[in-house]
């Protein structure tokens, strides 16, 4: 039985029996994961030569180079993948509210937040990580940085901030379609939209965007902040020195307002008349 | 009762419903789908839960099994309340829910059956013994590596109700489980929760709109309209307050006139060699067949049972074809 178990561990636990099970079930069909695993690869990529077909234009992009803005590619890229991979299924949420499947999960004993994340557990996603951290890899051997301690540490720490901040929005976002069940589509504006923002440096956004990136859905602590610390830069809005070591504290603040979000919109749930 | 196992004290559940009433006009109102509900059911007992369409019945076993939280009222199962410690409860209760599957559609049967295995922590050597078991009891061997989108519906049911008591659950709960299955599948599935609740006791709450289900299984009917409860007890007592009646049909050699029943059984239609005898759905049919076949050149016979919303609507004193249409205004008071 359950007791004395927190939920977190048991969700986990549920979370690895779930996904564990999709994974045996899709490598069922090599060939054809390998095909997907392949194209999703492909296919995420191209936003970055979109970037390198620009940087053959110019030299600096809002005053950043090639490998600078490769960096910010990277780490945004990376956590975005991360996220999606552990959370990407919270968003066909809404289907499952609207045709009443969802009355399913909640007679299960583990959490229904791991069950939704699980469910279709699409190894295929590992594209746009391993893709992501491709560009990183090379950015970080590319860019001009003193490279010590701190500025080593700072970029997994980054790397899992930022996936946590991504997964905050991913479960934020599905957690909405508890109320509009067709919101999925404004769930992607702010994930895929705001990975895409983070691909390009804040100096060429207006500053009121940057604020909202920052202040409001505070994105920016994925990759700008950090990397302006880094590459020694001048950071975006004027922050204060610390606040590229401030992440860790974000992240905890985003998933506690993501998993506050989360139970609202479970309680809300009224099931349907059939 | 003894041991009140499931137990509900003026549970009510109120749904607000927003309607479009016209351009831009919106209209707020409350559905009380369950009406101050109150009984309770004891361990070991198998309750069937009938009502017409829209009365209630669904509304209550989401209430029992956590999915609704109650609007007003106490609700128990095992001392818990479902609503606040969901997960813990589930490891004590099965739930078949006949419109939709709890297994993985796109897995095969098995998969979803490990993955219980796992969920529920169920120990290795009882998960064996139980899945030999309802593998065969339920006619599941051949099934268990079909993708769960390929089973037909009464493959599907009987795999999801199987599914529903790996885990040796106290409480079963099954939401018309013999929706749309054949005869076949039905009497299997009735013979199979028969021998559940008389070898294992496991509490039974089973809604349907198959009064043959509930002959077959429940010694206690309850029935819901518009939310309330309106009689609990003894099948037999309904058919007595419902005034119901069963319906001989017979088929003759020849046209012959209309057949002389011992009263209270008369003939209510004739159709070429074909009769129509309607009788009380208390008294047996043995003493009016018996009696016809001594008297008449018979070729055939069947019995058809009363429908149970006819059964019903006599007993709220209702017309028989009303339960689709909508409850009246009155069922939707606005707080
Ligand atoms: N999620 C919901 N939102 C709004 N109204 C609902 C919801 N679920 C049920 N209702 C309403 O509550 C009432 C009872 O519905 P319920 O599904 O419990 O009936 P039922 O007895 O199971 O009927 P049936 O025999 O048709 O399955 C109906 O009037 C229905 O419209
Ligand atoms: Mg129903």
């Not at chain 1, 975005?80 to 609207?98: C, E, H, K, P, T």
């Not at chain 1, 404004?186 to 440096?201: E, H």
């Not at chain 2, 016209?22 to 789908?33: I, M, N, T, Y």
């Not at chain 2, 309850?222 to 309106?230: K, N």
């Amino acid at each position: 039985m359950a007791w004395g178990r927190s939920r977190p561990v048991e969700g986990l636990r549920a979370y690895r029996l779930i996904a564990g099970m999709w994974i045996r079930s899709t490598l069922t069909y090599r060939a054809s994961f390998a095909l997907t695993v392949c194209g999703n690869l492909l296919l995420s990529g191209l936003d970055f030569v979109a970037i390198l077909l620009m940087f053959a234009q110019v030299d600096a992009l809002g005053g950043w180079t090639l490998p600078e803005v490769a960096l910010l590619y990277g780490l945004s890229v990376t956590a975005f993948g991360i996220a999606q991979l552990a959370f990407g299924s919270v968003a066909s949420l809404g289907g499952r509210v609207r045709d009443g499947s969802f009355d399913t999960l909640l007679v299960r004993p583990v959490p229904v937040l791991a069950q939704v994340a699980a469910d279709r557990f699409a190894l295929r996603r590992l594209g746009r990580g391993v893709q992501g951290s491709v560009v990183l890899g090379w950015a970080l051997v590319a860019v001009d940085v003193d490279w010590g301690v701190v500025k080593v540490l700072l970029v997994p720490v980054t790397v899992v901030c930022g996936a946590v901040i991504f997964g905050s929005l991913f479960v934020a976002g599905g957690a909405f379609q508890f109320l509009a069940q067709d919101a999925s589509e404004v769930q992607n504006a702010f994930t895929y939209g705001g990975t895409t923002l983070l691909q390009y440096p804040p100096t060429v956004f207006g500053r009121d965007l940057v604020r909202g990136v920052t202040f409001v859905l505070p994105l920016a602590f994925a990759n700008w902040v950090p990397a302006a610390y880094l590459l020694g830069r001048p950071y975006p809005l004027g922050l204060p020195e610390g606040a590229a070591f401030a992440a860790p504290l974000v992240a905890v603040v985003c998933a506690a307002a993501a998993g506050a979000v989360w139970r609202a919109g479970l309680r809300s749930y009224r099931s349907t008349g059939s | 009762m003894a041991d009140a196992f499931i137990e509900l004290v003026d549970v009510e559940k109120v749904f607000e419903v927003r309607r479009k009433t016209g351009f831009l006009r919106r209209e707020r109102r409350s559905v009380r789908a369950v009406d101050s509900l109150s009984f309770t059911v004891a361990r070991g007992e198998m309750v069937g839960y009938i009502g017409p369409n829209g009365a209630g019945k669904s509304t209550t076993i989401k209430m029992l099994t956590g999915i609704l939280t109650p609007s007003g009222g106490r609700l128990r199962v095992a001392g818990i309340d479902p609503s606040r410690e969901r997960t813990r409860l589930a490891h004590r209760m099965g739930v078949v829910l006949g419109q939709r599957t709890t297994l993985w559609w796109d897995l095969p049967l098995i998969d979803s059956y490990r993955l219980m295995h796992r969920m529920y922590r169920i120990p290795d050597a009882r998960y064996r013994e139980n899945l030999d078991r309802l593998v065969e009891l339920l006619g599941l061997a051949d099934l268990l590596d079909v993708p769960v989108r390929q089973l037909s519906l009464g493959q599907r049911m009987r795999g999801d109700i199987a599914a529903a008591l790996l885990h040796d659950p106290e409480v079963l709960y099954l939401d018309e489980p013999t929706i749309g299955l054949d005869v076949m599948s039905k009497a299997r599935v009735r013979e199979f929760l028969r021998q559940l609740n008389a070898e294992r006791a496991t509490t039974v709450l089973l809604t349907t709109h198959d009064l043959q289900d509930i002959e077959q299984l429940c010694s206690r009917v309850m029935v819901i309209d518009r939310g309330r409860l309106v009689y609990d007890g003894a099948l037999a007592g309904l058919h007595e307050v419902g005034e119901s009646e069963r319906t001989l049909v017979v088929d003759l050699e020849r046209e012959l006139p209309p057949i002389e029943a011992p009263a209270p059984a008369r003939v209510v239609r004739v159709e070429g060699p074909r009769q129509w005898l309607a009788f009380p759905a208390s008294e047996s049919a043995a003493g009016l067949v018996a009696r016809i076949a001594a008297e008449y050149p018979l070729v055939d016979l069947s019995v058809r049972e009363p429908d149970i919303e006819a059964v019903i609507a006599r007993m709220l004193d209702t017309p028989a074809d009303t339960p689709d249409s909508p409850p009246d205004p009155a069922g939707h008071t606005v707080r």
